[in-house]
Every structure is written in structure tokens, then in C-alpha cells.
């Protein structure tokens, strides 16, 4: 009895237990199965962590990537800590066999790209911490597993777009963590598949404007946190989401928000609008669950303008928060201390005037009245116009205005000085309206103008003139028009513009001096026109472009010789153009910069051995899926890869392929590349064909490997082999 005692003692002491002795670097606590590997420096997780281990904390170590199957040692881990451990990358599977973890924090890395099969075998992981990494990119289906998540921590990374379904398969996430990250494009589908969902935080972000139609996915979420982005303007009804309670909304740049803005919202309780840039607000309609309004911070004019507002306030019983800046009379008056007969406007209103809307003395400027048809908020800086059936554009808006809307109006033309007096104007859309016709000058007296939409109008054809006035204008979008050809030097007065969308017209080619007077243009979408050559000359003007997007367009082979003037590319996108061959030194010019390469759905039935000449560690996506080639030449040299498809390729799986084999075998990369022929290959996958092993040069390779499973296999039986170990496993289970 006493040498059992004894043994069982020795099976439970700190660094060593039956299972598997402790690694010398770790501190094994055996009775509560803990084991601690800190500041270790270790390059690996050690392959003798005792099997029966619930609790693993390897922070502060320096893996660098996650391989497949690092865990498959320790089945019953419920919890796995690896914060700053310096990872780079998760591999595909890397987790796998980890059936009962709970809690998984990769805090504190540097992991980029999270791939769709980096989570597989977690599916019981209920909480899982991303946070402060240097995540760019989550592929859609990352999460697909994770049917038992309920906590996902994303903040402090570096997320600028989320796509689609990409948290597709989170059954039963309640928290959705994206604070502190650059995001200011959300896809309408992004939130899809999320019914648990209760608690989103979108705080400290770059979002614009709010992202309704991704929030309306959101049917069952009670609180929003959207705080700290530079939001300006909440329109109708833009905020649908039918079990919302809380709304946070502080810190951000909202100037205007609209009656109804919240009436799709029917269960809204708090809503915080602190240290924003209200001068007011109108009365709130569809908000009768209301307890609570923040205005603190806020530049209140607490003028008759706020009348409606202040009587809607008494009537519904919500304590509203918030302190009057002016005028001097009431300056620093809480809102609710305010009777009525107190707020007054400064003068008179003159006769004339949209009684609603009366002149305000704002900041010295006498903001003027609003033209009849509109909709203004002279102290929120915003006019709408939208579908009025305007036929001409209307005069005396207020001149304050800096965002002004006439979407929608049968305007047919813009005449010479149609928005003088509007120095402020900052955003202007005219997007359809009919355009035919930018006459000269009818842009002047904007001097602050930054973006400028005519999207979807009649222009064929634009004078240089036509832009005389605008010379901060950054974006212009002149998509789905009619033009048939770049309106050559009519950009010559933009010196700042920053992107141009001319997607979608009839343009059939790109010649010199098209794009003349564009020196500092980042961004040139001609997408879906029909431009069947481009000069050798054409983008010279434009030597800082960084993303040139001419998807399906009618090329038939890439346009290496512009592209010498392209020293800055990062981004080319020549997918569904009908390019059957891929020369030799095709991205020669572009190799330096190049980072993003999209060569898919185009028919191609051959690429030359040099066609990727020049390109190497600098792609980090290429797309080739959907094409005719049988093989594709040697990528080796493609090193830092974090996307490559190769779907729908018709490979040829023989021995001229076992190049591309043996290096699509070490990506850590689901690239989807399927053999289509021999018929003993067809439907395999290129990574796991059989079809390779009578290649020459096959046998040596498989032999060294078998070699070194072999030299593994021995010492593993003989761990597994000491009576302690044996007993201790049988005891425990």
C-alpha cells in the first residue's frame, strides 16, 4: 500500500507526470492537469506535454506559424493560451483534434490572413480572442466550424473591408468584438447567418456612414456600439433593427439626424449622441420605448429651432441630457431646465421665407432660406433634394451647406455657376438625374468640394472647363454613363483628385493624354466597358496609381507596355477580359510593386514559362480560377502568398505537373487546384493526387520521407511504453 502511495505521489508531482514526463521548460501542475510554458522562447510546442492536459499557457514564445496538427497530442485541452508568441500564420488543420477546447486566446501576434480551414476541429470553442494581431483579411468561411462560439474578440487589428457570409456559421455567437480597427466598408451580406447574435461592437472604426442594410441582417441584437467613427448624417430610417435597446453613437461626427432616422427601431430605450457636432435635433418619431438621449458635448443652438424638439422631449418623457452653447442668454443651461417662451431665434424672420425653416446667425454668416421642394437643416449643414421632381437645380440654398443631395430629379443639365455661394459644400450628388451636359463653369465657387457624384446620368463628353472651381475635388464618379471614350484632358484641372470611376460606360480605348493633369491619382476603375487596346503612352500622366481595375473589357493580351509607367501598382484586375496567352516578362514593368493579381474567368489556355517573371514575395493574392490552361510555370518564388486559386482549371495531372506538386504540397494555401485529367486523376485534388508517385524523382523523395516517419516512430513507443505512464492513463480515465 505504501509503494503505491508512494508512486501515485511521484505521478502527481510538479514537473512530471504518468502520462508523459513534463518538458524541462514547462511547470506542470498534474492534480488540476495545468501546464505553463512561459517566456520560453520556444520555437515549437513540445511534443511531451502530458496527454491528459486540460489547461496549456504558452504565452510569450516565438512560434511564428501554427503547423497542422500542433496539438494532436492533447485531445483534452479546454483551455490553450498563446498570447505574444509572435505568430505570423495559422496553418490549415492546425488545430484539429482540439474537439473540447472552450477558450482559445491568440492575442497580442501578428497574424494577417486568417485563412478557411485555420479553426477546423474547434467545435466546441466558445470564446476565441484575436485581438491586437495584424488581421487585414478573414476569407469567408474562417468560421464555418465555430457552431458553439459565443464571444468573438476582433478589436485592434486592421480590418478595412468585411466581406460577404464572412462570419458565416457562428450559430451561436452573442458578442461580435470589432473595435479599434480601420473599417469603413461592411458588405449588405456581411452579417448574414448571425441569429444568436446580441451584442455588436463597430466603435472606434472608419465607417462614414452607417451601414444600414448590413445592421438590418441584424434582427435580434439589443446593443450597438458605433462611437468614434467619423458617421455625419443618419438618414430615413436608418437604423432598422427590430430588437436594438441600446445605441451608442458618441464621438463621432454627426451633424444631422433626420425625424425618423430611429423608427425602425421600435425597442430603442438609451441612445447616446455625445460630443457629436448637433446644434440640434427634430422631434423623434417612432420611439416611444425612449427612457434616455445624450447630448453632452454637443454645440446646442438652443434657439426656437430647438422648439420641437424640447416639446417632443416633455411629451414622451425622455431625459435628455445635454447643455445649451448658445445663444449667450441660455449658454450653459441644461436641456430640461428650458421652458419654451425662453427659446427664442435671434431675428425676426423675414418675410418670404420658408416659415419652417427660418434665417439663423450662425458663426457670423447669415445662412440663407430653403428653396422651395427641398428639405433643409441650415444649422446641420445638410440639404435634401432627392426625388422632388426638380427640373432645373434650385438657388438660395443655405449657404453653410456641405452636403447637398439632388439624386433622383429630371435635371438634364448643369448650367455655368449653379452652386455659387456654397464655399462650404463638401459632398454633392447628382447621381440620376438625366445629365446630359456639365457646362463650362458649372462647378465654379466650390472650393472645398471633395467628392462629387454623377454616376448613372447621359454624359458622353466633358470639357476641362466643366471642372474650373473645384480644385480640392478628390473623388469624382462618372460611372454608367455613355461615354465612348476617356474625355480627353478634361481632368487637367483636378491636380488633387484622388479616384476616378469610370466603370461601366462604352469606352472602347485608352489613349495619350486621356488622363492628362491626373499626377496624383491612386484609384482608376474602367470596369465592364469595352476597351479593346491601350496605348503604350496612355498612363503616363498617371505614374502614382496604385489600383487599376479593367476587368470585363475586351483585351486580348496585357497591357505590358502601359504598364511601364506604373512604378506605384499594387493592384491589377484584368479578370473576364478574353486573354487566351500570357507572353513572357507580361507584369515585367509592375514586378517591384505588385501585390495583387487578378487573372481569373478569362478563358486563358496558356501562360508562357516567364510569364511571372520579375514577380515573387511581394504577391500576396493571385487568382487564376476558372480558366483553360493544363499546367501553370514554376511559382516558387511566389513566397509570401496569403491567397491563390486555382479553381476550375482543367490541370493535367502527369509528370510535367509534379513541379507545381511539390510546391502547392508546402502552401499552407486552400487553393482549390483539381486534376482533370489522367481519368484515374480526374476530380482529385492536385495537393493529394496519387498520380505523381511513378514519376522520376518521386521514389527518392518518398523514401527520405518514409525515412524520417520511421526515425520518429521509435522513440514515441518507447515514451509510451513506461509502466508509470501506462498506469497513470488507466487510472485517470
Known amino acids: 500500500m505504501g509503494l503505491l502511495l508512494l508512486a501515485l505521489a511521484l505521478a502527481l508531482a510538479p514537473g512530471g507526470t504518468a502520462a508523459a514526463p513534463c518538458p524541462a521548460v514547462c511547470v506542470c501542475d498534474n492534480l488540476r492537469a495545468h501546464v505553463l510554458c512561459l517566456n520560453r522562447n520556444l520555437t515549437a510546442v513540445p511534443d511531451t506535454i502530458p496527454e491528459l492536459t486540460k489547461q496549456l499557457n504558452l504565452r510569450g514564445n516565438s512560434f511564428k506559424a501554427l503547423t497542422a496538427g500542433a496539438f494532436l497530442s492533447t485531445p483534452y485541452l479546454t483551455h490553450l493560451d498563446l498570447r505574444n ?185 438609451t441612445l447616446d449622441l455625445a460630443h457629436n457636432q448637433l446644434r440640434g435635433l427634430p422631434a423623434l418619431v417612432g420611439v416611444g420605448g425612449l427612457v434616455r438621449i445624450s447630448l453632452d458635448g454637443n454645440p446646442l443652438l438652443c434657439s426656437c429651432l430647438l422648439l420641437p424638439f424640447h416639446r417632443w422631449m416633455g411629451r414622451a418623457r425622455v431625459q435628455a441630457e445635454g447643455t445649451c452653447v448658445a445663444p449667450p442668454a441660455l449658454q450653459g443651461r441644461p436641456l430640461d431646465s428650458l421652458r419654451p417662451s425662453e427659446m427664442k431665434c435671434g431675428q425676426p424672420q423675414a418675410p418670404g421665407l420658408n416659415p419652417t425653416v427660418p434665417s439663423v446667425q450662425t458663426g457670423g454668416t447669415t445662412t440663407g432660406p430653403c428653396p422651395t421642394g427641398c428639405t433643409c437643416s441650415p444649422e446641420f449643414h445638410h440639404t435634401n433634394c432627392e426625388n422632388r421632381g426638380l427640373r432645373k437645380i434650385p438657388r438660395g440654398f443655405p449657404t453653410d451647406t456641405q452636403l447637398l443631395d439632388l439624386r433622383r430629379n429630371a435635371l438634364g443639365m448643369v448650367p455655368a455657376g449653379a452652386f455659387l455661394g456654397l464655399k462650404s459644400l463638401v459632398s454633392l450628388h447628382l447621381q440620376s438625374c438625366g445629365i446630359t451636359e456639365l457646362r463650362p463653369g458649372a462647378l465654379r465657387g466650390l472650393p472645398n468640394l471633395v467628392y462629387l ?66 499626377a496624383g491619382l491612386r484609384c482608376l476603375s474602367l470596369a465592364g466597358n469595352a476597351i479593346r487596346s491601350i496605348g503604350p503612352a496612355a498612363m503616363a500622366a498617371t505614374k502614382m496609381l496604385e489600383k487599376l481595375h479593367l476587368e470585363r473589357n475586351s483585351l486580348e493580351e496585357v497591357p505590358t507596355a502601359s504598364l511601364r509607367h506604373l512604378p506605384a501598382l499594387s493592384e491589377l484586375k484584368l479578370s473576364r477580359n478574353p486573354i487566351k496567352h500570357i507572353r513572357d516578362g507580361a507584369f515585367l514593368p509592375v514586378a517591384g510593386s505588385l501585390q495583387h493579381l487578378y487573372l481569373d474567368n478569362m478563358g486563358l489556355e496558356q ?90 524523382g518521386w521514389r527518392a523523395r518518398g523514401a527520405s520521407a518514409d525515412k524520417a516517419k520511421a526515425a520518429r516512430k521509435p522513440s514515441k513507443k518507447k515514451r509510451s511504453e513506461k509502466p508509470p505512464s501506462r498506469g497513470f492513463r488507466k487510472s485517470k480515465a
Not at 484632358?489 to 483636378?494: D, E, M, R, S, Y
Not at 502527369?654 to 482549390?672: A, M, V
Open 85 to 269: 508568441c509572435q505568430l505570423e500564420r495559422v496553418e490549415e488543420g492546425a488545430f484539429r483534434g482540439l474537439g473540447r477546447l472552450l477558450h482559445l486566446n491568440l492575442a497580442s501576434n501578428s497574424i494577417t490572413v486568417l485563412y478557411q480551414e485555420a479553426l477546423d476541429g474547434l467545435s466546441s470553442l466558445q470564446q476565441l480572442v484575436l485581438r491586437q494581431n495584424n488581421l487585414e483579411e478573414m476569407q469567408p468561411g474562417a468560421f464555418s466550424r465555430l457552431e458553439s462560439l459565443t464571444l468573438l474578440d476582433l478589436r485592434e487589428n486592421a480590418l478595412v473591408y468585411l466581406p460577404d457570409m464572412v462570419f458565416q456559421g457562428l450559430q451561436s455567437l452573442k458578442w461580435l468584438r470589432l473595435s479599434h480597427n480601420a473599417l469603413h466598408v461592411l458588405g449588405n451580406e456581411a452579417f448574414t447567418a448571425l441569429p444568436a447574435l446580441r451584442r455588436l461592437s463597430l466603435d472606434h472604426n472608419e465607417l462614414q456612414a452607417l451601414p444600414s442594410e448590413a445592421l438590418a441582417q441584424l434582427s435580434e441584437v439589443t446593443r450597438l456600439e458605433l462611437g468614434h467613427n467619423p458617421i455625419t448624417y443618419l438618414a430615413e430610417e436608418a437604423v432598422a433593427m427590430a430588437s436594438l435597446q441600446h445605441l451608442s453613437l458618441e464621438h463621432a461626427a454627426l451633424q444631422d439626424v433626420t425625424p425618423d432616422a430611429f423608427s425602425r427601431s421600435p425597442l430603442l430605450r
Open 607 to 696: 501562360i508562357s514559362p516567364r510569364a511571372f517573371a520579375g514577380l515573387g514575395p511581394k504577391i500576396k493574392s493571385l487568382h487564376l480560377e476558372n480558366n483553360k490552361m493544363s499546367n501553370i510555370p514554376d511559382m516558387k518564388n511566389f513566397t509570401g502568398l496569403e491567397i491563390l486559386n486555382l479553381r476550375d482549371v482543367p490541370f493535367h495531372c502527369d509528370c510535367r505537373l509534379l513541379p507545381l506538386y511539390r510546391w502547392i504540397e508546402k502552401l499552407n494555401l486552400r487553393i482549390g487546384a483539381t486534376c482533370a485529367s489522367p481519368v484515374e486523376a480526374q476530380g482529385q485534388k492536385v495537393k493529394f493526387s496519387t498520380t505523381f508517385q511513378n514519376c522520376p
Open 453 to 518: 457624384y454623377l454616376s448613372d446620368n447621359h454624359l458622353s463628353s466633358l470639357v476641362p472647363s466643366a471642372f474650373e472651381g473645384v480644385p480640392r475635388l478628390a473623388y469624382l464618379h462618372l460611372d454608367h454613363n455613355a461615354f465612348t471614350q476617356v474625355p480627353s484632358g478634361a481632368f487637367q484641372l483636378l491636380p488633387n483628385l484622388f479616384s476616378l470611376h469610370l466603370q461601366h460606360n462604352a469606352i472602347r480605348e485608352l489613349a495619350k493624354g486621356d488622363l492628362a493633369g491626373l
